[in-house]
């Protein structure tokens, strides 16, 4: 027996796409994501998305994209539309602004401008550790949304929450 299953984001992410093309005004409001603190030992905090306004259309279109997968599981190697990695989240979120970026968290690493941690705007790739084995996208605010690790849904996290930064890239 297959099952249909469609998360009240993807749902309201729709709707989004739907009134944008329209031309209608949307407003979004910031919603509840459960995500790890990053400490390490399992502790799960509440942090309320609070993406601020990306710098261009397409950088807007991949964290809304991205925004919208909250909740969707963890799966190592999966691109999506309803599991991901953490550079399979970027990719799809990305691919849905019509822009095509490298498929793994090292690769994505070398693609785009670097950008100073000071200087990040939503949209942005952040990646972490030595080498570079993990990719979230920054939404603004001090936050990001990623993939993290299996048996955890995509969540938005401060950055600060985040070990082992190793530098951000600009895509768009």
Same mark, same amino acid.
């Given at each position: 027996m297959t099952t249909t299953r469609t998360s009240i984001a993807r749902r309201s992410f729709r709707g989004i796409a739907v009134a944008a093309i329209a031309g209608a005004t949307v407003t979004l409001s910031?919603?509840? @994501?459960?995500?790890? @603190?990053?400490?390490?030992?399992?502790? *799960?905090?509440?942090?309320?998305?609070?993406?601020? @306004?990306?710098?261009? %259309?397409? +950088?807007? &279109?991949?964290?809304?994209?991205?925004? +919208?997968q909250r909740g969707d599981m963890y799966l190592y190697g999966a691109t999506g539309p309803d599991r991901f990695d953490c550079s399979?989240? *970027?990719?799809?979120?990305?691919?849905? +602004? %019509? &822009?095509?970026?490298?498929? *793994?968290?090292?690769?994505?690493?070398?693609?785009? *401008?670097? &950008?100073?941690?000071?200087?990040?705007?939503?949209?942005d790739l952040v990646f972490f550790y030595s080498p570079v084995s993990?990719?979230?996208?920054?939404?603004?605010?001090?936050?990001?949304?990623? @993939?993290?690790?299996? %048996?955890?849904?995509?969540?938005?996290?401060n950055l600060s929450s985040m070990p082992g930064y190793a530098g951000a890239r600009r895509v768009v």
């Open positions: 910031p919603a509840v @994501a459960s995500a790890d @603190a990053g400490g390490g030992g399992g502790t *799960t905090t509440t942090v309320a998305a609070a993406p601020a @306004a990306a710098p261009n %259309g397409a +950088a807007q &279109v991949a964290v809304d994209t991205a925004l +919208a399979g989240l *970027t990719s799809y979120a990305y691919k849905a +602004a %019509g &822009v095509t970026i490298p498929r *793994t968290s090292k690769l994505q690493s070398t693609f785009g *401008t670097a &950008v100073a941690k000071a200087d990040l705007k939503p949209g993990h990719v979230g996208m920054y939404i603004g605010n001090g936050q990001m949304v990623h @993939a993290s690790s299996a %048996g955890k849904p995509v969540a938005v996290v």
